[in-house]
């Protein structure tokens, strides 16, 4: 069995892969069928829709079987000598039937799905044969203009740095990028933000995710938002992992509470970046905004609570407020903290995760609720999305402009 993520054309989804059979074999750069092409061609030409999907995937994958999704759309095939169905597992309710496309056995099946749903499935031949399994996460937004890049719109630099002295989380390493808007000059201070795991989020053109700093561009030139300056920091590897291993101090970086990940920032990464690159930036709290997701996001609250005096605003989506490393106190900690001038744009929505460390959407609205009794100046976007950036990639503009929104 294998886990991958796969891209499709427009915004699409990373989806695990489970069960046998599912993806097998497949190249590390990989191009799907166009799924939405094949809602049309399966029916009325399956020799051209065979020859696609025997393009993307190879005989071991089809005879395992295999699928891909874009958007709403799933697309499953396999090899069977048999006609196939596909069911929901557990359930047995039929999905739709696979459509015989050549002489050599390729069934296959295209059909939208309705959005938001996670859809476990397996495909079973009329003698009740189960060929494959799997599950799949449905949900699909699109973006608007401004995460999408405009000709008219000058752009801001980008630079690539690595940070592998830290004092505070000593044996680790980590690289960082750094965003300066075109309109920075250096006359005046510029305002800061800085977000956790922050390579991918910076990244333009990503499909799925928060293209921040094509938003910046757009917003920054549109008066949305002030000159800022942003800070994109990856959590801490050890020189030990492989490459493609996930960052293992995240956790104890991420959904600690306490001054260390603030210290961090404050005592080694912005005033290395500000010396590196000969920058000006405001003093006022207000200028500074901090943003992350699920235990990023609980790190972001977690420095502006520990330090308001420096970053006066939040911006969080799917936040980890639950007991991992103590989290899960904050909406007691607000009720009876005096408020700290903090300003917060966060976001959930009703199918994030429910395990043994909490449930997401009732620890956000516990958060909600603390931060409304408290009269703080915050405001939480709800909708359908699971765990993940998904929905916050699409809302991040939105988001912006109302935590830089004039304070009067």
Same mark, same amino acid.
């Given at each position: 069995?294998?886990?991958?993520?796969?891209?499709?054309?427009?915004?699409?989804?990373?989806?695990?892969?489970?069960?046998?059979?599912?993806?097998?074999?497949?190249?590390?750069?990989?191009?799907?069928?166009?799924?939405?092409?094949?809602?049309? *061609?399966?029916?009325?030409?399956? @020799? !051209?829709?065979?020859? +696609?999907? %025997?393009?993307?995937? /190879? $005989? &071991?994958?089809?005879?395992?079987?295999?699928?891909?999704?874009?958007?709403?759309?799933? *697309?499953?095939?396999?090899?069977? @000598? !048999?006609?196939?169905? +596909?069911? %929901?597992?557990?359930? /047995? $309710? &039929?999905?739709?039937?696979?459509?015989?496309?050549?002489?050599?056995?390729?069934?296959? *099946?295209?059909?939208?799905?309705?959005?938001?749903?996670?859809?476990?499935?397996?495909?079973?031949?009329?003698?009740?044969?189960?060929?494959?399994?799997?599950?799949?996460?449905?949900?699909?937004?699109?973006?608007?203009?401004?995460?999408?890049?405009?000709?008219?719109?000058?752009?801001?630099?980008?630079?690539?740095?690595?940070?592998?002295?830290?004092?505070?989380?000593?044996?680790?390493?980590?690289?960082?990028?750094?965003?300066?808007?075109?309109?920075?000059?250096?006359?005046?201070?510029?305002?800061?933000?800085?977000?956790?795991?922050?390579?991918?989020?910076?990244?333009?053109?990503?499909?799925?995710?928060?293209?921040?700093?094509?938003?910046?561009?757009?917003?920054?030139?549109?008066?949305?938002?002030?000159?800022?300056?942003?800070?994109?920091?990856?959590?801490?590897?050890?020189?030990?992992?492989?490459?493609?291993?996930?960052?293992?101090?995240?956790?104890?970086?991420?959904?600690?509470?306490?001054?260390?990940?603030?210290?961090?920032?404050?005592?080694?990464?912005?005033?290395?970046?500000?010396?590196?690159?000969?920058?000006?930036?405001?003093?006022?709290?207000?200028?500074?905004?901090?943003?992350?997701?699920?235990?990023?996001?609980?790190?972001?609250?977690?420095?502006?609570?520990?330090?308001?005096?420096?970053?006066?605003?939040?911006?969080?989506?799917?936040?980890?407020?639950?007991?991992?490393?103590?989290?899960?106190?904050?909406?007691?900690?607000?009720?009876?903290?005096?408020?700290?001038?903090?300003?917060?744009?966060?976001?959930?929505?009703?199918?994030?995760?429910?395990?043994?460390?909490?449930?997401?959407?009732?620890?956000?609205?516990?958060?909600?609720?603390?931060?409304?009794?408290?009269?703080?100046?915050?405001?939480?976007?709800?909708?359908?999305?699971?765990?993940?950036?998904?929905?916050?990639?699409?809302?991040?503009?939105?988001?912006?402009?109302?935590?830089?929104?004039?304070?009067?």
């Amino acid at each position: 069995m294998n886990s991958f993520q796969r891209l499709f054309l427009g915004l699409s989804l990373a989806a695990t892969l489970s069960g046998q059979g599912w993806g097998q074999n497949q190249a590390a750069i990989w191009t799907p069928p166009p799924a939405s092409e094949l809602l049309t *061609l399966i029916p009325s030409k399956p @020799a !051209e829709a065979a020859s +696609l999907i %025997r393009k993307s995937w /190879g $005989e &071991k994958a089809l005879a395992a079987g295999t699928r891909a999704l874009e958007n709403t759309t799933l *697309l499953v095939a396999v090899t069977s @000598a !048999e006609p196939v169905t +596909l069911v %929901r597992a557990g359930s /047995g $309710e &039929k999905i739709g039937d696979l459509v015989p496309l050549d002489a050599q056995n390729l069934h296959a *099946l295209a059909i939208e799905l309705k959005n938001f749903q996670m859809v476990d499935y397996e495909l079973r031949t009329t003698s009740g044969k189960g060929l494959a399994k799997g599950n799949v996460k449905i949900e699909s937004y699109e973006y608007t203009a401004d995460s999408l890049e405009k000709p008219e719109v000058p752009k801001g630099k980008v630079t690539t740095h690595e940070w592998n002295d830290s004092k505070v989380f000593p044996n680790t390493r980590r690289e960082f990028k750094v965003y300066i808007p075109a309109q920075y000059d250096g006359s005046k201070p510029a305002a800061l933000m800085v977000f956790q795991d922050g390579l991918r989020h910076a990244d333009p053109a990503s499909n799925g995710g928060l293209r921040a700093t094509t938003v910046f561009d757009n917003l920054i030139a549109a008066g949305d938002m002030p000159v800022t300056i942003g800070i994109f920091v990856n959590p801490g590897r050890f020189p030990e992992q492989k490459p493609n291993d996930k960052a293992r101090n995240r956790s104890l970086e991420y959904d600690s509470l306490g001054d260390a990940y603030v210290r961090f920032l404050l005592e080694e990464i912005i005033p290395n970046v500000v010396a590196e690159h000969g920058l000006k930036l405001s003093e006022d709290p207000a200028e500074w905004a901090i943003a992350g997701g699920s235990s990023g996001c609980a790190c972001a609250w977690t420095a502006a609570w520990e330090r308001p005096d420096k970053f006066g605003k939040v911006l969080g989506w799917v936040g980890t407020f639950v007991d991992i490393r103590g989290a899960n106190a904050y909406p007691s900690l607000i009720r009876k903290t005096e408020r700290k001038p903090i300003r917060a744009a966060l976001l959930d929505g009703v199918n994030d995760l429910d395990n043994q460390f909490g449930n997401w959407p009732l620890a956000n609205r516990q958060m909600e609720a603390a931060l409304k009794f408290q009269g703080y100046d915050y405001r939480y976007w709800w909708g359908e999305c699971f765990h993940g950036s998904a929905h916050a990639a699409v809302m991040l503009p939105e988001m912006l402009r109302w935590l830089w929104r004039d304070e009067n």
